[in-house]
């Protein structure tokens, strides 16, 4: 076992922990100072410094100036008010073009504005989940209002190419928004030099709490506010600043820029290990998922004739914390609305783990996965009416090691 005996924790897509540093920086904004950052006195305005130098370093990490950066509750929200609001700028356009393979976040309001009278365009993907780029250039139009694709996928890691097709929006007047929640604090972005109008984030998923987020809005871009109160945010976004979160999200998104040349290389290489190691020792397994293009840090794979979350309850046996699909649909028994849209077949939807790294993962913890995972494939292939009476698995006749 590692020495943490706490949980091997590989669902960093789902969340992650919150980094010491992280902790540290907030915990002053938890006890001492609580003003109120609107306040006029000199004890909010101590705290209205720190919020402000938290959106400097936000708006570092991503390449945009602080006063483009709106922080919000989460990554739903600024998904939410970003199309929304482009839909509101110009409301002769009634279309919005979007993929298949969104977080619900973005998919679910499709749905919405749908029955709200709105066309909503859904891009296909192909095997391995790359963007049809030629069906989505076909769907912009001058109708179109708002273009919105993620720029990293919750549960390949596949990557879009944000940056062509938010040029191809342009072209078209509409404005272009992505989902980079996966991609903020993993991959290098600079939006000085992109056509992208709104940017989404979330700072549960680069080591800060839960319940903060941002929106980037470019320079020049009009933004209806979403949340209507007082004049927080530079008046777009009512409610007072959960300045704990918005100091621990400026802290993580310094540490995240200081680390990300580093740690990138240091976690490919533990995910590329995992995944070699789970593919040299488990049958009938395969990446879901583009290799060539996709996160450093994640990898799908499915493993034929098994449920997928049967394979996680044999893992949390061993504390091993992993993910069958993405958080939100892991609580169903969906199949995931990404891989079907990839065509990947049932049986291998079902049997789907998602593994996700952090910078806090081991290589000794790579190895622990290494070691657990055939034998929980083999017991439950054994166990499987496909592993004894359909086509018998190779190794569900090898004897018990
Ligand atoms: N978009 C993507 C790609 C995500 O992975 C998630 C969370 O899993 C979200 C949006 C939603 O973010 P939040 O949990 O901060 O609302």
């Given at each position: 076992m590692p020495d943490d005996p706490e949980v091997v924790y590989v669902d960093n897509n789902a969340t992650t922990r919150v980094a010491p540093e992280v902790l540290d920086a907030m915990l002053p904004f938890l006890t001492r100072f609580y003003g109120n950052p609107s306040s006029i006195h000199t004890f909010g305005g101590h705290v209205r410094r720190h919020v402000e130098h938290a959106r400097e370093q936000l708006a570092a990490l991503v390449g945009a100036a602080p006063n483009e950066i709106i922080f919000t509750s989460c990554g739903t929200e600024s998904d939410n008010a970003a199309i929304l609001s482009a839909l509101e700028s110009d409301v002769r356009r009634r279309k919005v073009v979007t993929t298949r393979v969104e977080h619900p976040a973005v998919l679910s309001l499709g749905k919405v504005l749908q029955q709200r009278g709105y066309h909503v365009d859904y891009a296909p993907v192909n095997h391995k989940g790359q963007l049809c780029l030629d069906a989505l250039c076909r769907m912009v139009d001058d109708e179109t209002a708002v273009v919105s694709v993620m720029w990293a996928n919750n549960e390949t890691g596949n990557l879009y190419p944000v940056l062509e097709i938010a040029e191809i929006a342009r072209q078209h007047g509409a404005l272009f928004h992505t989902d980079a929640v996966q991609a903020v604090g993993k991959l290098p972005i600079d939006l000085r030099k992109s056509a992208i109008d709104f940017l989404s984030l979330s700072g549960h998923k680069l080591h800060a709490p839960k319940g903060i987020g941002a929106l980037y809005v470019r320079k020049g871009i009009k933004f209806n506010q979403f949340l209507i109160g007082g004049h927080q945010e530079y008046g777009l976004r009512a409610g007072t600043e959960n300045v704990p979160g918005i100091v621990g999200l400026g802290k993580a998104a310094e540490l995240a820029a200081e680390h990300m040349a580093e740690e990138q290389t240091r976690v490919r290489a533990l995910r590329d290990r995992l995944e070699q190691g789970i593919l040299s020792t488990c049958p009938d397994a395969r990446v879901n998922g583009n290799p060539a293009s996709r996160l450093p840090n994640t990898t799908n794979i499915s493993f034929e004739f098994v449920e997928g979350e049967s394979i996680l309850l044999l893992l949390d046996r061993w504390n091993i914390a992993a993910s069958s699909g993405s958080?939100?649909?892991?609580?169903?028994?969906?199949?995931?609305?990404?891989?079907?849209?990839?065509?990947?077949?049932?049986?291998?939807i079902h049997g789907s783990v998602r593994f996700s790294l952090s910078r806090f993962n081991t290589a000794e913890e790579i190895e622990f996965i290494i070691e657990k995972m055939p034998p929980i494939i083999r017991r439950l292939r054994e166990l499987s009416p496909y592993g004894r009476h359909g086509r018998p698995s190779r190794e569900s006749t090898a004897p018990e090691k």
């Open positions: 958080a939100c649909t892991s609580g169903s028994l969906e199949p995931s609305h990404v891989l079907r849209a990839m065509g990947v077949p049932q049986t291998a």
